[in-house]
């Protein structure tokens, strides 16, 4: 471990020679860890100083108090769904990767070898639930395939380490092709876009658009 921790203390004299003292450290790993084996479990120590009444330091003595503090790797997860949009009851890829921090080239790497659980919430719902788990490669990526039933969001998410935190992927979005239906010996769809943001409504600035064998025939307001 190089440089300083930072700290700050305020203690208050309850007795002659006693006093009690509160404060937090700061710890920087840019500056102040050199070493990934310093995610690690770490013992609280204190130093005392006894000072001459005209200044100068008399004595000091350094002591370990009861208590510890397990300092952990910062862990992230990202995650990616495709084709979009997909076909409901097909096969759909889901993507990612898990990094953490390294303190020695003070970037995030990939975390080999570790089980990372696929979870789902179903578009409307607020509930996750894990659908499957997978194993992070030697760069930390992360891919599955599973089948697509209905619209919603998924999301991979890892529990920790001894060494590193958890980490849960920003959600990404899958859902349904357009359905398409038979008319005249060919199939159509509907096609509804937006102008300015603003939901369908079926009047004013909406324009509706009609699709015959994936070219444009037709479009009014």
């Given amino acids: 471990m190089s440089g300083g921790l930072r700290s700050g203390f305020t203690c208050y004299e309850t007795s002659l020679q006693i006093a009690d003292c509160e404060g937090s450290l700061y710890i920087d790993p840019r500056y102040d860890l050199d070493s990934n084996n310093d995610a690690t479990t770490w013992k609280i120590g204190v130093l ?22 397990k300092v952990k790797r910062w862990a992230k997860a990202t995650v990616n769904a495709s084709p979009e949009p997909v076909t409901k009851g097909k096969t759909i890829t889901v993507t990612g990767s898990l990094k953490r921090a390294d303190w020695v080239k003070h970037t995030y790497t990939g975390y080999a070898g570790k089980t990372v659980s696929l979870q789902f919430r179903k578009k409307g719902s607020s509930v996750y639930s894990t659908v499957k788990t997978a194993t992070s490669s030697s760069t ?7 089948k697509a039933s209905v619209d919603g969001y998924w999301r991979w998410t890892f529990g920790g380490s001894s060494t590193s935190g958890t980490a849960t992927a920003t959600a990404t979005g899958s859902w349904s092709a357009p359905q398409k239906h038979s008319g005249n010996g060919s199939y159509f769809e509907w096609l509804l876009l937006q102008r300015d943001g603003a939901p369908f409504t079926g009047r004013g600035r909406d324009l509706r658009v009609l699709v015959a064998s994936g070219q444009v025939v037709d479009a009014w307001r």
């Fill in 48 to 69: 005392t100083q006894l000072w001459k009444p005209r200044g100068g330091l008399k004595a000091e003595k350094a002591i370990t108090v009861p208590g510890t503090v």
């Fill in 140 to 146: 930390g990526a992360l891919k599955t395939t599973v």
